[in-house]
């Protein structure tokens, strides 16, 4: 499908506003001329795509500190998101690896069934997008579930926390595979220190929460509808982490992961957002997947 130009956008949003302000009138209606100085502009016109970026099926919810009664479902939803606004696109997280499709679903060797049916890029390519088209890479922390594809987007510019920049290119084990971002290392990078205010707005906004990894991120974007939202990387998996507040054994940092969701749960009431808990499934499975989008 073609996508509208940036300055198409901006045009047909500032036509909205201004029709919004003539009291609903028709045009050729006899409500009152539209003084443009008098219209003042929203927040700018954003959308958010989602797309499949695979499953997991875990083996023991003991490693999330869950007891097996404690959790409906043993199934991970690995979504990616594409946020587009008038400044630019942002691609956060990078999901499963499109090459594990050929061999899916295999069972990792901790006993994980893994599944990628679509790939990222056939996904983008049905919006007419290819991977240069990209503006800004970030992802919520750089296991291999949030940043399979993340060569793929060298080319753009990476929004990353300090600290987890040190670990992807450091000593860090687990479920860090270099391999799978290394490109990224001489990728133009944008190192963060804290919160970070993508398009310079309020629409789109990194928050620092670390814990879970040294670095680990959240997304908070402000949509008309279906409202603001938090988008949670792993800073929950499940909903009842959240809701029993457990944090997973192979966590880097249990202070630092009870400290993060104090303090994002915090902002989110402060804000009247609400959260996309990344990895919950069921949820996972009523949103609107691309090419439809929120707005």
């Not at 006899?30 to 219209?39: L, T």
């Amino acid at each position: 499908m073609l996508r509208p130009s940036r300055t198409s956008w901006l045009l047909l949003s500032t036509l909205m506003l201004l029709v919004a302000c003539g009291g609903g009138d028709a045009p050729g209606g006899d409500g009152p001329a539209v003084d443009p100085e008098q219209v003042v502009a929203g927040p700018a016109p954003i959308r958010l795509y989602i797309f499949d970026c695979g499953t997991l099926v875990i083996a023991d919810a003991g490693r999330f500190s869950l007891m097996s009664d404690e959790t409906s479902t043993l199934e991970l939803s690995v979504p990616c998101y594409l946020i587009e606004h008038p400044e630019g696109r942002l691609l956060w997280d990078a999901g499963l690896p499109d090459e594990w499709a050929a061999r899916s679903p295999f069972a990792q060797e901790n006993g994980t069934l893994t599944t990628v049916e679509r790939t990222l890029a056939a996904q983008l390519e049905e919006l007419r997008i290819t991977p240069a088209d990209i503006d800004y890479l970030a992802m919520s922390h750089m296991h291999y579930d949030h940043s399979g594809n993340a060569n793929m987007f060298a080319g753009s510019e990476w929004l990353v926390q300090r600290p987890e920049h040190e670990a992807a290119f450091g000593e860090a084990g687990g479920f860090f595979d270099r391999s799978l971002y290394g490109d990224l290392e001489t990728a133009e990078t944008r190192i963060l220190d804290g919160d970070h205010d993508v398009f310079g707005d309020g629409t789109v906004v990194i928050k620092s929460a670390p814990g879970h990894t040294p670095g680990h991120q959240v997304l908070f974007v402000n949509l008309v509808e279906p409202g603001p939202l938090v988008l949670s990387g792993d800073l929950y998996h499940f909903p009842e982490n959240r809701q029993l507040k457990r944090v997973p054994l192979f966590n880097f940092n249990e202070a630092q992961t009870l400290d993060s969701m104090d303090l994002i749960e915090d902002f989110m009431s402060e804000v009247g957002a609400r959260m996309w808990i990344q990895h919950d499934s069921a949820a996972y499975a009523l949103l609107r997947k691309s090419p439809e989008f929120y707005q």
